[in-house]
Structure formats: C-alpha cells, structure tokens
C-alpha cells in the first residue's frame, strides 16, 4: 500500500453530501493539515472545514504534505468555530482518546462508518470534529456533538496523531461501503489446472520417484504417496504450473549431470 | 482521539510471538521509521525489522516522531535483506499499492488480520512487509510473501505514506483483537515450516534446476523462479512436507538412472 504509483484507474468521485465532513476544530500545524487531506482523500472524502486553523491550510509545507491531494485543501471551508462547521450538519461525531462524563453514545470507528452510512442513505449530512494536535477536543467541543468516537486501540499508548486519527474513521467509512472483493487468487490468466491433469502430474512423479530409488521403501510407499499428492493438491495449482512442474520433475530427472 | 495525553491506565504488552512483526523494507526517513513505531505501540505491535534502512532508525528525528513509542525503535532487529527478517517466521505478507502478475491470495487488512489471529493461536510466528516510501515492495520482495494485503482504497488516489499503511494493518490486527477462534490445523503433527527453511528449500531446487539446465534461458530465469517460488510459498508447507521436497529434488536429480 505504501508507494505513489498507483495504476488503478481514477474513479468517479463521492458527491458532496454522500460522504461525510472532516472538521478540523483549532489544528496547529500546516503540515499536518496536508497530511490530514491526503488519509482523507485516500479514503474518498473531500469535504473539509477548518475552524479557526493557526497556520495556514495553503502554506507550501501543507501542500508539500497533501502530496496530490490539495485540491481538499484549496476546496475547504474557513470558518471561525467549531459550531459554524457544522451548522448544516444533521448528525456530528466527536472523536477523543479519553473518556469523558458526558451521557453521550460511545461508537468505535466501525460502529460510526456504518450509522454515518444508514444516515446519509437517508439522506442525513453528517461530519466528524477533530480537535487539535496537542490537547484534543475541549469538552465543550464534545457537547456539540451526538455521538462520540472512540477507537479500539492499545490502552497503554491510544494516542494517535491527527492524520492518523482521521484514516482510521475515514478508512472505516470507506471499508464500509467499498464492495471490497473476497479474497482471491489471481492466476495470471492460466485456468485452474482439472484433476485429470493433476493425476497426470502425480503419475509422472511418482513413476520417476519408483524409478530412481526415492520410493524404494514399499511400506511406507503409501503414505508417502499420499502425503506429496495431498501437497500439491491443496496448492490449487493453475494449468501453466503443472506444465512447469511436468518440466521441473523431466529435467531434474533426465537433464545433463555435472561429471 | 488525537491528542497526546490518554489518561487510560497501561496494559500488559504483548507477549512476543503473539503479535505480527513489523518488517520495514529499505526505509528512507528517519522520520517515518519513528511515525511507524508510534502506528505499531498504538494498535499494540512491538516486533519491528528494518532491512537495509537508508537512516539511523535512531536518528533523534526518528525518537522525535516516535512520539514516546521509541522503546520499539530502540529494540529493532536491523538486518541486509527481507530474507533474513523473515527467516524466523511461518507466515509472511506483503502489502502493495498496486496489483502485481502474482498467483498469490489477495486479502483485505481485515481478513489479513483474521488470517493472522488465527495462526497465531495456533503457533505461527507472522509478519508484515511494507516497502520504501516511494517505490514500495519490488516483485523480489513481494515474492517472498505467502499473501498479499491491498486495503480498500479510493482508487483515484490510493497511495498511503509509510506509517499509514502500517496503522491500517495493526488497527485492524488490533480491532481483530476480541474473539479468536480456537486453535485447528491439521498438520499431521508436523509444524509449519519457517521462511528460513524454506528459502533454503527454494536454494537447492534453483541449484539444481540451474546444474541440468532447465533454467537456462537466462532472461526468463527471474519469473520462472519467483512462480515456483509462489507455487510452494502458497501451499504453506510443514517442515516435514520440506525436507520430504529435499529428498524428491536429490533422488529425482542424484538417483539411480535406467541404462
């Protein structure tokens, strides 16, 4: 996953309103704000607000770390509070790393990726605060909010920066809805090999393993038999690697011998 | 969730060998080996390789962006090559941006992480190969791995730096982290076989294909190799399903021959 290059084709963009907001509620650092749009972005989100920024979210240093993904910066919406990002929002989650007495719903990132979808299926807008680097979201930025955010993550050291904390809600927002393929094995465009043709391959190994000797103990033959066919068997070879292990099992064979 | 003080008390760490380990593929940035760490101690991973990093993995701007992480930098295992960070484990994956002409499963981070609980309830020793910041795994390295892991990305913009791409895995690991099915794995009593046995496996089959010549057209050498490679990488062979390979490639190559 790490790496720029990536050849997948571009694909249509989320529509606004059908993804949520990212509010960045006083964040410090430029730079941060550019790696905050490049997790968002990675996950399909483009709506950002700013609420009071200290530096600038067009500073080069922001820029620089958008790495690509700027247009989020120039698009975002400059506001002075917290309360003003979200006044068209229906549903807000608040994201923080300590518990606080507040009588508010408590979600993981994947209990909120799901309810922010059923949400704006119904044709809710909703958005997610983050606070600032340092100290978080103060309690009164939390009170603004319906429900809290709270990721599962090692009690000992839960703190994560801000980009962080904003890949995390926005790659469960965005595993929730992809229609993530079941795991599969891509087989380079050879078909799965048939089992005639894997008995073929398991007759021509074991008439060269009889032959030169590897197989000369009778009782245990069976078995052993056995065991190797049941190794390839479960590899789910492709047609393209039997004929290779047909020319691996000839060759090792019958192939020139160093004197 | 950001902000740096969790008032949460610590928890037991995890024990070693319980957790998947983090190997670091010729890292460039002091930098981002410590935002990594910060990533792995926040979704509890404590087991961190680097092969061949361009920077001091203790470079004070790597104890800086550690961020009170810098106990998994200061305990790294730095070694040449990804063999040898992975030669100790049974179950290896690599993560990449983009799809790559392999025959190998392509799993989620969750069904990664799925995958990975499972076998380290049943005593398998695993990890995770993340490439440099710019180029990613080469198809050297990922041929290494017994899967491959591609997180649901937007696919217009689906690269993630460095310690974004080891957060997602270890946040899923982590999320994972509840109910773990028990044990079962029918081996027949033998265990999984390490990397390290099966590299040296891969040596002496390649030795001997090169001795009689099967591997002789010299350009196509490097992709014949890597399929055989992936072929027996994926079957997830037993240590004794290893040395009965051995024994098959030496009687098939050094036993008695029909006059």
Known sequence: MAGTDST?????TVASGQAPAVVLVRPQLAENMGTVVRAMLNCGLTDLRLASPRDSHLDPKAIAAASGAESVLEA??????????IADL???????????????PILTPREAAADIRKRIAQG??????????????TN???????????????????????????????YEWFAAGADVPPAH?????????????LLNLFTH?????????????????????????????????????????H?????????????
Chains 1, 2 share one sequence.
């Open 8 to 12: 997948r084709a571009a694909a249509p």
């Open 76 to 85: 975002a919406r400059l506001v002075e509070t917290p309360e003003e990002a």
């Open 90 to 104: 229906h549903r807000v989650y608040a994201t923080t790393a300590r518990r606080r007495e507040m009588v508010k």
């Open 124 to 137: 809710e807008r909703c958005g997610i605060l983050f606070g600032p680097e340092r100290a978080g979201l």
């Open 140 to 170: 009164d930025d939390v009170a603004l909010a319906d429900a809290i955010i709270e990721a599962p993550l090692n009690p000992a050291f839960a703190s994560l920066n801000l980009a962080q904390a904003v890949l995390v809600v926005a």
């Open 185 to 197: 094995l891509p087989t380079n465009g050879s078909r799965p090999a048939t089992h005639g043709e």
């Open 205 to 245: 190994l074991e008439r060269e393993l009889d032959d030169c000797g590897f197989l000369r103990v009778l009782d245990k033959r069976p078995s052993m038999v056995r065991n190797i066919r049941n190794m390839f068997e479960r590899t789910g070879l492709t047609e393209q690697e039997v004929r290779t292990l």
């Open 247 to 259: 020319g691996i099992v000839k060759e090792l064979r019958w192939g020139r011998r160093r004197e």
